[in-house]
């Protein structure tokens, strides 16, 4: 089975504030090989995926059958609770959504101007960089790619794809692990961007210097795209 594939099967309705919310459990299969589950939740006028709140995964065991087993010996008080849980959750992520791009964008503007130093604001000449300043500056600009990307996405679809990279865990700014959570998020980015390899950026640095520095300067000091 694909590691992203997710089997659905029905737990019933829950009731929670005069609604009658339909409940899932929904079990994978995690990279580790373990099976993990979770309980999503469908509001009664709800009628796709996208309108579905979820638990974490509160799951972990060798088997697929062991969730089921531990699953049917929850209670509804239990569910209730879990769905009550998962709404105030819900309604937290929304709420931090604009905030969680910002976070981002942030965390990599500090990371890439800490990698490239002064580059930006002495204007060096080019050909007087070291071998180690040339891959300072190489991979700032590969942290700028990322952060440029994010940009360009929605906060909404910037939220819902750093969801899907954490394996379903929303990111929380309080988690001690959180910069840990960030560099998985930008790790897996970075690979799916079309970037040059080292050689081929560093000529075209050495011949557009002012080109690299005017992009630099626009995204990060004046805060918009180049």
């Known amino acids: 089975m694909a590691l992203d594939a997710l089997r659905r099967r029905s737990v019933g309705f829950i009731d929670w504030e005069d609604r009658s919310w339909a409940c899932f459990l929904v079990t994978y299969r995690s990279r580790a090989g373990l099976w993990k589950g979770y309980f999503s939740f469908r509001p009664p006028e709800g009628g796709t995926d996208e309108d579905e709140i979820r638990t974490a995964d509160i799951f972990v065991e060798d088997s697929e059958n062991q969730i089921d087993m531990k699953a049917r010996g929850l209670g509804r008080p239990l569910l209730s609770g879990l769905l009550s849980s998962a709404i105030q959750t819900h309604a937290q992520v929304e709420a931090d959504r604009p905030q969680l791009r910002r976070w981002f964008r942030s965390y ?119």
């Open 108 to 226: 990599l503007k500090d990371n890439s101007r800490e990698l490239a130093g002064p580059w930006e604001e002495d204007g060096g000449a080019a050909g007087q960089r070291t071998l180690a300043e040339l891959e300072s500056i190489y991979a700032s600009y590969r942290l700028d790619q990322v952060a440029h990307f994010i940009t360009l996405v929605g906060p909404d679809d910037f939220s819902r794809a750093v969801e899907k990279i954490l394996e379903g865990e929303p990111f929380d700014f309080g988690a001690k692990d959180r910069l840990q959570f960030a560099m998985m998020v930008v790790e897996f980015i970075e690979s799916h961007l079309a970037l040059p390899p080292f050689e081929v950026w560093a000529d075209d640095y050495l011949a557009h210097p002012e080109e690299y520095r005017l992009y630099t300067h626009t995204l990060h000091r004046e805060g918009r795209l180049p």
